[in-house]
């Protein structure tokens, strides 16, 4: 295993180091999902590290969302797949982070004259060009989303530019968005949509919203989103003012 073989030592940095290791199982998928982590004692031995600096390291990366534990019965790498809120990443990147191949599947990749409903959540005038994404979302060849995005042609001039990831073509045209509201409902998926995600109609999905803005203001996507209900966990840290 990648993680026995880390020449960790005792070093201040030891807990950070063991972090990286076992997230990096999880992105190489050494270890499946829903499968066991090697035992406390098993990982402290393995990397000359202390007990309590390998549980410490687990509790971080349990709180994270990458490994989930059963009271007696030991650690696992999470089957869920768990989006923390508060950052600003792209289905793409997420999909990485958990050692999962995304991949997109096109319904329409076009571009046109803007709706007025369209209009107002972009700050668009009559007439301007948008191009319109719709598509299903896979991780590892399994449906988790579907994703509907409308993005200014001022901002994305050919539809044609973004051929799996929108947020890294944007990333090459420097218009990589900066900050977003995001708006969650729950809803239950219909008939279209519970057959494209492979689930039963009626089954429980995560109705996401995000209008994304770049630093001067300027609206750089709308996106409606269908997240299976039975996959994901959106997780936000909390603060008090
Ligand atoms: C998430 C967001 C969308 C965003 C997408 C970009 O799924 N909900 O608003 O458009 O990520 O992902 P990618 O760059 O993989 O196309």
Same mark, same amino acid.
């Given at each position: 295993?990648?993680?026995?073989?880390?020449? !960790?030592?005792?070093?201040?940095?030891?807990?950070?180091?063991?972090?990286?290791?076992?997230?990096?199982?999880?992105?190489?998928?050494?270890?499946?999902?829903?499968?066991?982590?090697? *035992?406390?004692?098993?990982?402290?031995?393995?990397?000359?590290? *202390?007990?309590?600096?390998?549980?410490? !390291?687990?509790?971080?990366?349990?709180?994270?969302?990458?490994?989930?534990?059963?009271?007696?019965?030991?650690?696992?790498?999470?089957?869920?797949?768990?989006?923390?809120?508060?950052?600003?990443?792209?289905?793409?990147?997420?999909?990485?982070?958990?050692?999962?191949?995304?991949?997109?599947?096109?319904?329409?990749?076009?571009?046109?004259?803007?709706?007025?409903?369209?209009?107002?959540?972009?700050?668009? *005038?009559?007439?301007?060009?948008?191009?319109?994404?719709?598509?299903?979302?896979?991780?590892?060849?399994?449906?988790? !989303?579907?994703?509907?995005?409308?993005?200014?042609?001022?901002?994305?001039?050919?539809?044609?530019?973004?051929?799996?990831?929108?947020?890294?073509?944007?990333?090459?045209?420097? #218009?990589?968005?900066?900050?977003?509201?995001?708006?969650?409902? !729950?809803?239950?998926?219909?008939?279209?949509? #519970?057959?494209?995600?492979?689930? #039963?109609?009626? *089954?429980? +999905?995560?109705?996401?919203?995000?209008?994304?803005?770049?630093?001067?203001?300027?609206?750089?996507?709308?996106?409606?989103?269908?997240?299976? +209900?039975?996959?994901?966990?959106?997780? #936000?840290?909390?603060?008090?003012?």
């Amino acid at each position: 295993r990648r993680i026995c073989q880390d020449p !960790a030592t005792h070093q201040p940095l030891a807990y950070l180091r063991l972090r990286r290791a076992i997230r990096n199982i999880v992105e190489h998928r050494d270890i499946e999902p829903g499968q066991a982590l090697p *035992s406390e004692r098993d990982l402290s031995q393995a990397l000359k590290l *202390s007990r309590v600096t390998v549980r410490k !390291a687990i509790a971080g990366l349990v709180e994270e969302g990458l490994l989930t534990q059963r009271h007696g019965a030991g650690t696992f790498i999470a089957e869920r797949i768990v989006k923390p809120m508060s950052r600003l990443t792209s289905f793409t990147e997420d999909l990485h982070e958990r050692g999962l191949h995304p991949r997109s599947e096109f319904f329409e990749r076009g571009i046109g004259e803007v709706t007025p409903e369209e209009s107002m959540a972009l700050n668009l *005038s009559p007439g301007s060009l948008v191009v319109r994404l719709h598509r299903v979302r896979y991780g590892q060849d399994e449906p988790l !989303a579907i994703e509907r995005s409308v993005v200014p042609a001022s901002v994305l001039p050919d539809p044609l530019l973004v051929h799996d990831s929108l947020y890294e073509a944007l990333e090459k045209l420097n #218009a990589r968005p900066r900050r977003a509201l995001q708006r969650l409902r !729950a809803v239950s998926l219909n008939a279209q949509q #519970a057959r494209l995600l492979h689930v #039963a109609v009626g *089954s429980a +999905g995560l109705s996401i919203e995000r209008r994304s803005f770049l630093d001067d203001g300027r609206v750089v996507e709308f996106t409606c989103s269908w997240y299976r +209900g039975d996959i994901y966990d959106f997780v #936000a840290e909390l603060q008090t003012d």
